[in-house]
């Protein structure tokens, strides 16, 4: 297959298994999205799913969430991870939305990456979901499929969003990100990969991947 059947191919594949799309993180608006985005890094999305309702019975919206300390953030969300920087971040942002942005979240990439412990990927995942701003947010499974597709080099996750948003339609950025997340969970993983039941890289990915695979499975 030449590149541009390859990205058809993965394109029609995704949205026959994937119509509809759920975002993986439970939210109401905004800035629930951000915040528990910002909790999901290094952390399972099911594991996000359970703390944010704890924390957001508590403080939902900026106002709210800067009454409480860092401290008593921290204790809450700590089954996520890094709590000690998220708990600042959270408590930082949420200043920061109300002093500069009159409590509302801001529908800039440079607004959100300007906020503590939001980096492109977290402004990335906001534009997109929340705002609808075309974006290629690239997590571990998007930037793993990527790579054993043969769309792009897999140096970092830098490249791999550049080269995503360059062989991809931009009016399929925001749907074409979820599905590649949800394909990679349930068809690709990391470990426990089997082959048979992932049809994509089965037909279009790069030879030393499903070389690499062949041993494993041998052995």
């Known amino acids: 297959m030449t590149k541009k059947e ?24 905004p800035y629930t999205l951000l915040i528990a985005v910002l909790l999901s890094a290094q952390c399972t999305d099911v594991r996000v799913n359970q703390i944010t309702p704890l924390l957001f019975a508590k403080a939902d919206n900026p ?3 800067i009454k409480m300390s860092v ?6 969300i700590r089954p996520c991870g890094l709590s000690p920087m998220k708990s600042k971040g959270i408590y930082g942002l949420s200043h920061i939305i109300i002093d500069k942005h009159n409590g509302e979240v801001p ?10 412990a939001v980096g492109h990927k ?8 929340a705002f609808g ?38 009016e399929l950025w925001n749907e074409l990100h979820l599905q590649i997340i949800w ?6 993983p ?25 041993k494993k499975i041998s052995r």
């Open 133 to 170: 701003v075309p974006a290629f947010p690239v997590d571990t499974h998007i930037h793993r499929l990527m790579y054993r597709w043969n769309l792009t080099s897999g140096k970092n996750v830098v490249q791999t969003e550049k080269d995503a948003k360059a062989i991809f339609p931009k």
């Open 183 to 188: 394909y990679g969970r349930e068809y690709s």
């Open 6 to 29: 390859r990205v058809t191919f993965v394109i029609n594949t995704l949205k026959e298994l994937y119509p509809t799309i759920p975002i993986p993180l439970d939210h109401k608006d």
């Open 63 to 65: 106002y709210d969430m």
């Open 107 to 116: 529908q800039s990439f440079e607004a959100l990456e300007a906020m503590p």
């Open 71 to 76: 401290e008593e953030i921290k204790e809450i």
């Open 190 to 214: 990391a470990r426990g990969w089997n082959l048979e039941k992932d049809i994509i890289t089965r037909t279009i990915g790069r030879k030393e991947v499903l070389a690499s695979l062949d």
């Open 122 to 129: 977290t402004a990335s995942v906001v534009m997109s979901q």
